[in-house]
């Protein structure tokens, strides 16, 4: 955790950064009366003397005198500044005198002292370069702005910067040649450099909270530890859990589960960082996080009676963010609008104001109707009771499938059991059946006569006289005449029958004659006897086996049907947990809930009218800075709030416009902040509203498009020092804090509890299901993101076929030009026109200010109805998509440096990720391969992935080719593809000819 000493340092820290960036300001306007920012009369040089006139002096002493008595010293900051560089804008009144600085110089401490007639040498002062006016009228590339030296003084910096050495400041004034097409003069100026609207707003907040911190910090509520800004400074967002409810949906598109995880986070913590890579559902989970507390509300005043201020607020640095958002709440279905408009002073004039007198019309002239009230809270109640009957019959459906479960468990073990049993007894029977099958068929033997004939052989066998007869025996044998003749004799009558039954069998029996053969019948009737009844035995046996088979299947047959009627009770139960699906199975009922919610909270306005219309006029006009009203407004302000937010849950502005919309820094004002492109918002422009607010949702992606610095790298390593090294904070602070630190501290980092470290994106929640461009274009994209990206998108042909298309031309650089690319986008365009894009779908970026300037002039200088915004560098497109996405890299030779677009994948990523479905490269393939990094994963994507083209030839026939269009809009000027703009390199043409996909 921070101590005090630091936090307060680092607000300084803050506060010298938008001093900086105050100091490079491109642009500034003259202005009048004490709202003048330029200062051109009574200014001169002598060599590197600043001369002033006293008339010119002295009233802005009075005016930094003025200042520091009330302790504000800091609010006069003036610079000195040349030659005179300006344009004018509108005519009459409305006449504008716009200055562009290419490097200030910071004078505000003579005005400490006294009048100087001999002037004030300004090499003793320091300075900064306007980077961007220095690439806009002198052609600087980036890399050469950032590059700039300003720690070894003036005259290094103008070396560097316009390659030639200058004696004095006066010099450079009168030698330096001035650009084209804006008005001139060779002659310095003062500049009022802190009257910038676009930080004043946020630079006030951020005073108000480092007094807050110097006088009062035990009062500052929001240092507490469940508020948003104390979390933003110290702490990181826990892990969303998995088993948590939110109530209510809004009408657009289901949460997926990535969504989801963000919406239960929400309902636990004071601060959520939502990681929104490309085309993932950012916007749509903010629609969801508008409808959560539009519920809650009514959830409140139904059970409790009592009423909260529920204020939303969506606000980001980017202004095109802030109208998609706005364009998505515009829904069928609810009564009224969503949200207030807000921001600078003139939306509050045309949008803001209006908005607010037509609410108060509408309150004035509908009368409020009891019984629709009624009506509209019942119909609450009952979606509400549908939801939470579904909530609490859960446990039981959960109690029911577990017995069903169990039930079915044990099903499948029996069913085991006798299964297993069949098998041994099948392998039993088929053991008995093959021992059947080896022996003879015994079915059809006499068993009954062969027994009989086996009691008479024996019979005979025991009568036949036998040598070891007594005497006595053999006299009786004499006597009676009994020899072998008769005995068989008397055998074969007796056994006749039996062997004559035996005849009409396969198994006959021959009656013996003497005794041999009697012998060797008994024992061929006595085995045959044996085997018949072994026969029989294992006959049997295979009988009992089959009826205990048979007993078997038909118990699993029985056992099988209750499982099938278990089992269909058990796919009749959802698959996922409640948790997992309540948000996607019960849809309807929570968009119904969100929408007869606010239907409810739009009549408890029209019951509460008179209050809610005091509250309206008096934020209206606080608004308009009504000294009553803004004094009631910083008194009562949850009160009004509470009353505004009824009829308007949503506010949506600017960061930098915040102040505007709450012009009092108080805590909990805002019940919820919704903060878009976090990713390209500096740390310092979010914490105000922190401030103000009791929850927030951040959300960015920190591998788009970095913010954007206007300091060279020079002037940010003499920030590190001066505002945060040489004041006791550390390098850990630096890369955790610093606007400056880019990489590591932007808004998203920091509400995602990163450490400053390289590489270090936080525990946001990251949202990877991907539903905007096909997989050709955002597969290059995805390994950027961790896990990657999952594709939900349909194959989506472009008008072309392909998604992807590389174009060779070898370029050259004239003026910070590189005029055959830009002749390749006008073919390129040429094309796309005559094959059903219309201007509208295309968008044409590059890296470079300069090239970007000249894609601008050339092309709206042909299709005039080309919008400004749809041409530019790639930062300009961050939150912005198009379906066909035309990219100039400038870059083209061998010597020429890819670092600005390969130090870091975040500007193609942004690049290829605004294309819906087609992305167009126009440069040098074979530069662009060799560069390594971004560039040569671009190019060889593309050959995987789309078309490569090679020579104008294959440009022709194969695709582009720079004919006159069919369209009914013909571009004028259009030239034939140049002849250069081939490959010269036949090894190079050879090897990628072959694998492209022509």
């Not at 490269?921 to 995987?944: M, P, S």
Request: hydrophobic share 35%.
């Amino acid at each position: 955790m921070l101590e005090l000493p630091k936090l307060i340092q680092i607000v300084k820290a803050w506060l010298e950064y938008i001093r900086l960036e105050e100091m490079t300001s491109a642009e500034v306007e003259k202005g009048r009366g004490n709202y003048q920012k330029v200062f051109d009369s009574g200014v001169r040089l002598a060599n590197n003397k600043l001369l002033l006139d006293s008339s010119l002096f002295e009233p802005l002493q009075q005016q930094y005198l003025s200042l520091k008595q009330r302790g504000q010293e800091r609010e006069f900051q003036i610079a000195v500044a040349g030659p005179q560089i300006y344009w004018v804008q509108g005519k009459g009144k409305e006449q504008k005198l716009k200055y562009l600085p290419l490097f200030t110089i910071d004078i505000s401490d003579i005005f400490q002292g006294n009048y100087r007639q001999l002037g004030w040498d300004l090499t003793e002062f320091e300075f900064q370069p306007v980077m961007m006016n220095l690439m806009r009228l002198y052609k600087l590339e980036e890399e050469q702005a950032e590059s700039l030296i300003i720690t070894e003084g003036i005259f290094r910096f103008l070396e560097d910067t316009f390659k030639k050495k200058f004696s004095t400041l006066q010099a450079f004034i009168n030698q330096i040649d001035l650009p084209d097409n804006y008005k001139t003069t060779r002659s310095v100026y003062l500049v009022r450099y802190n009257f910038v609207p676009y930080n004043a707003q946020l630079k006030q907040d951020l005073r108000e909270i480092l007094q807050q911190l110097q006088q009062n910090p035990c009062q500052s509520n929001w240092l507490r530890k469940e508020r948003p800004a104390f979390q933003y400074l110290y702490d990181f967002p826990p892990p969303p859990r998995h088993d948590v409810m939110f109530w209510g949906a809004f009408p657009t598109h289901p949460p997926d589960e990535a969504q989801a995880k963000v919406l239960k986070h929400v309902q636990e913590n004071c601060l959520t960082a939502l990681w929104g890579a490309p085309g993932t559902g950012k916007t749509e989970t903010g629609e969801h996080l508008v409808a959560l507390p539009v519920v809650q509300r009514a959830r409140q005043i139904l059970r409790t009676g009592k009423d909260e201020n529920h204020l939303i607020v969506f606000a980001s640095t980017n202004n095109s963010a802030i109208h998609k958002f706005q364009t998505r709440l515009d829904v069928e279905g609810l009564p009224t609008q969503l949200y207030l408009s807000g921001g600078n002073q003139n939306i509050i004039r045309l949008q803001t104001l209006p908005q607010l007198l037509k609410k108060i019309g509408e309150l004035r002239t509908t009368k409020f109707d009891p019984h629709a009230y009624e009506q509209a809270k019942l119909a609450f109640i009952e979606t509400e009771r549908e939801l939470q009957h579904l909530i609490d019959t859960e446990p039981s459906n959960q109690h029911q499938r577990a017995i069903e479960t169990q039930n079915l468990e044990q099903l499948e073990a029996e069913i085991q059991t006798l299964n297993d049993e069949i098998a041994a007894t099948t392998q039993k029977l088929q053991t008995l059946q093959q021992q059947l099958s080896n022996q003879p068929d015994y079915s059809h033997f006499p068993l009954d006569d062969y027994q009989q004939i086996q009691v008479l052989l024996e019979e005979t066998w025991q009568s036949l006289p036998r040598d070891d007869d007594s005497r006595f025996q053999r006299f009786l044998d004499w006597l009676g005449g009994v020899t072998d003749e008769g005995i068989f004799e008397a055998l074969g009558q007796s056994i006749n029958i039996f062997v004559l039954r035996t005849l009409a069998t396969p198994f006959p029996f021959q009656p013996p004659s003497n005794r041999a053969q009697l012998l060797e019948a008994r024992k061929q009737v006595s085995q045959q006897i044996q085997l018949v009844q072994e026969w029989n035995d294992l006959n049997q046996f295979l009988k009992q086996t089959e009826y205990r088979l048979n007993q078997l299947e038909r118990s699993v047959a029985a056992l099988t049907t209750d499982r099938e009627q278990i089992q269909a009770k058990l796919d009749s139960y959802p698959t996922e947990d409640f948790y997992s699906r309540f948000y996607r199975d019960d849809r309807g009922s929570q968009v119904q809930l969100f929408q007869r919610a606010f239907t409810f909270l739009q009549l408890e306005a029209l019951r509460r009218s008179d209050e809610v219309i005091r509250a309206l006029e008096t934020y209206g006009s606080a608004l308009s800075s009504d000294g009553d009203a803004l004094l009631k407004l910083e008194n009562d302000g949850q009160t009004i709030y509470r009353d505004l937010s009824l009829v308007f849950p949503v506010i949506t502005t600017s960061l930098h416009s915040l102040r505007n919309m709450f012009p009092h820094l108080q805590p909990n004002l805002i019940k919820l902040a919704l903060v878009d492109e976090a990713g390209t918002t500096l740390v310092h422009q979010l914490f105000p509203l922190l401030v103000r607010s009791q929850q927030a949702v951040v959300a960015g992606d920190p591998q788009q498009i970095e913010p954007i610095i206007n300091l060279c790298d020079d002037a940010i390593r003499q920030y590190r020092l001066s505002a945060f090294l040489d004041q006791g904070l550390s390098d850990k602070d630096y890369y955790r804090y610093a606007p400056t630190a880019k990489y590591t501290a932007t808004a998203y980092h920091r509400a995602a509890g990163a450490t400053g470290q390289e590489g270090d994106l936080g525990t946001g929640i990251v949202l990877r299901n991907h539903y905007r461009s096909p997989a050709a274009i955002i597969s290059f994209c995805s390994p950027n993101y961790p896990d990657g990206l999952i594709i939900h998108t349909p194959d989506k042909p472009s008008k072309l076929g392909t998604n992807l298309i590389a174009y060779h031309v070898e370029g050259s650089h004239i003026e910070q030009a590189n005029p055959a690319e830009i002749d390749g986008i006008v073919a390129a365009i040429e094309f796309l026109l005559q094959h059903g894009y219309s201007i509208p779908h295309l968008g044409v970026m590059s890296p470079y200010l300069s090239q970007a300037n000249a894609l601008k002039a050339r092309l709206r200088g042909i299709w005039r109805d080309f919008n400004h915004d749809d041409i530019g560098t790639v930062h300009k497109y961050v939150g912005g998509q198009k379906k066909a996405i035309l990219f100039s890299p400038y870059q083209c030779l061998a010597d020429h440096s890819f670092w600005f677009i390969n130090r870091k994948p975040n500007l193609l990523n942004t690049a290829v990720s605004r294309a819906e479905e087609l992305f167009v490269v126009v440069g040098n393939l074979q530069e662009l391969e060799k560069a390594g990094g971004e560039t040569a994963r671009l190019i060889q994507h593309i050959r995987t992935w789309g078309k490569i083209y090679l020579t104008p030839s294959e440009f022709s026939v194969n695709g582009f080719r720079a004919s006159a269009p069919t369209s009914n809009r013909k571009p004028k000027n259009v030239k034939q593809l140049p002849g250069n703009c081939g490959v010269q390199n036949n090894v190079y043409r050879q090897e990628r000819i072959n694998s492209s996909h022509i």
